[in-house]
């Protein structure tokens, strides 16, 4: 994740799409989008304030229009602020592809405080971590963590969820981040995340945006246990309010998820995430997109965007 471009009120922030953000189907998940529009979002925010003050994300919006495909290779985030007060900011996002088609919208709520700083005062460069190695996303992406198309369309998605508890799977995403699901029940899902300094945000806080990203593939684990062989989802939106701050190296937050609504085609979700020590550190929400048969026609190489787009049609068409 890079930024590209900063003005007033204004950050644009890129980020390529590898095959490392995959689940164990080569799907991208929605939470990817909440993982990178937090930085630009709460960056525009940022630009409007003089030394000394500093932003927090209070709250995450984010609206998925169409999924990402290996054909993505790249996304832009354009963030703009919408009002920068002495304790409250607002910004909004558009997350395109490499050729401008849009992927996602969101939108934000930050706190902004003053940081004790000595305006006049140098310091050293930072660290950018290690050099003797590429950075995670630069390195070939597993093999072994994916199941077989035949495996999704005559596996009851449950006891798929249950092959990676067990180990049978490590999907690639969770290679990557450390993630691990620690249980799924009929519409309940837990997992954890470790509390990792590569999650800082540049202070001693975990960014936003993975808890994001962990507490939606919490909820969509949740889910996914509710469907039969051959069905997928799709995240619709998701928002995640955050209620402290989440300290590195301070042991494995905790992601319950639970459904709460289930319609034949709708399906909404909660997700609590607590610290080591118990304590509530965000609150988040979703509503999912049920695909009867989708693991059907993606065999049939018709591509994510393609099979959403007609079940979002039928969806509307049924009120």
Known sequence: MRPTEAGLGKATFSMPVTRWLE?????????????????????????TLP?????????LSMSFVRPMTRKTANMVGRAETIHSGSQVGLSMIQVTDQVGRLLAFGSTRCLITDIPVDVGAEYPPPELGPTDS???HQRSAPEDGYFSLDEVMSGVPIALQRRTIAGDKIIPVWRLTGYRS????????????????????????IYGGLLAWAAEFTMGSAVYSTLPAGDVFATLDMHIRFTRPALINAGNLTFAAAVSHRGRLLRVTTCNIDNADGKRVAIASSSALVVEGGARE??????????????????????
């Open 298 to 319: 993606l065999r049939k190489g018709r591509l994510p965007d393609e099979i959403l787009t007609e079940s979002r049609e039928a969806e509307e068409r049924l009120g």
């Open 51 to 59: 030394a000394g003050r500093g932003v927090s994300t209070s709250e």
């Open 134 to 136: 590429p950075d995670p």
């Open 23 to 47: 689940d164990g189907f080569g799907l991208y998940w929605g939470g990817v989008f909440a993982l990178f529009a937090d930085a630009p979002l709460a960056s525009a925010i940022w630009t």
């Open 182 to 205: 620690t249980g799924v029940d009929d519409g309940r899902a837990t997992g954890v995340l470790p509390a990792s300094a590569w999650f800082s945000n540049g202070g001693p806080s």
